[in-house]
């Protein structure tokens, strides 16, 4: 089926939907959240009623850019949402590639007996359970993603000012922070996007002076603590720090304020790959960023119980039965990476 035809089919299905969900994955970053919200926004536009649902809250750094309308639409308790999806009669997976990453929300989706589409751009889409899938891994975001299928929309005709403002922001967001604003994961259709967006109005310095300029102080403190005295560099070219749940707790650290750490040690020339580890509950939550050539993905997979892009992929590792500490957790991220970079068959990408 051609993307069209697919196109064609949505548009189809929004019209005949009542209630709409939208979900996104577990501890939702920015292109969850501003592709969540966008196509919320759009579908309000239209008429229709729709809920985002997440599995967690929206983390505190980006609810400059939700306003009132856009806030009141997201939910993340899960009795809630589980509730809202069982009623919606479409299902919308939004920044996933499998319903396993939605976490509590897994069941839920599985069971739904709602018309299903999925819009991501990671690796392995989970094909088989949605009637309709909108899927390149060679994009920049699923921002960018839902860009291109809105484009296509019979509404919009590849007029992005028919977008409108809030939805071109919300869309600008997720794609400035799932590219490390622009450092990686780009492409030609990323900038042409972006470009659009901007002549539509889409304030990017706001936005960024949002992101990147709104910190509490809290944050740049815990950085000091990572170069300094956290972070670890191997001689076979992997930086890693760990971080405690009590670590956390003790510098007033919020949902999102370490986002952006695992990217630092990367300015260091001897640094291939970065791990950043946070234990959380039961878990310390892995996110993995490599240079061009090395494969964070599949060190991901191989060792962590996740995946993603080739040079940008997340993870975890389970408490007890991965490492019950920090210091297991240092010991095993050690260990594998050392076997990892050993063998160029497994850190070079196939690119």
Known sequence: ??????????????????????????????????????????????????SVVLP???????????????????????????????????????????????????????????RKVLID???NPDSENYGLV?????????????Y???MGMPDIEGDAGKLGLKTASLLMLGMTTDTNNFANSTYPSTFEMAGKLIAVGVDRQALLNGLYNSYRENRLRLMGTFLKDKLKITGYGLAYAIFTAEELLGAGIEEGETEGFVNLPLAIASVRMSIFIKEEGQTFRVSLRSRQGVSANRCAKLYF??????????GRL???RDAASAVEAAGYVEKCCAEFFRNEELWRTQE
């Open 305 to 314: 119980h996740g995946g993603g892009h080739e040079n940008a992929s997340g």
């Open 318 to 320: 389970d408490i007890p």
């Open 56 to 114: 967690d809250p929206v983390p505190g750094n980006l609810l400059f850019a939700l306003d009132e309308a856009v806030s009141s639409a997201i939910f993340s308790d899960l009795q809630t949402c589980r509730r809202l999806i069982g009623e919606a009669d479409m299902l919308i997976s939004i920044d996933y590639n499998r319903a396993d990453r939605a976490a509590g929300l897994e069941e839920a989706i599985t069971v739904s007996k709602a």
């Open 1 to 50: 089926m051609t993307e069209r035809e697919k196109i064609y089919i949505f548009d189809k299905w929004i019209a005949e939907a009542g209630a709409i969900a939208i979900s996104s994955h577990t501890h939702p970053d920015g292109d969850a959240v501003g592709s969540a919200c966008a196509l919320a926004e759009y579908l309000r536009k239209r008429g229709k009623t729709v």
């Open 121 to 123: 751009h990671h690796l």
């Open 148 to 150: 291109r299928v809105l």
């Open 134 to 146: 909108f899927s390149t891994p060679q994009i920049s975001s699923s921002c960018e993603m839902l």
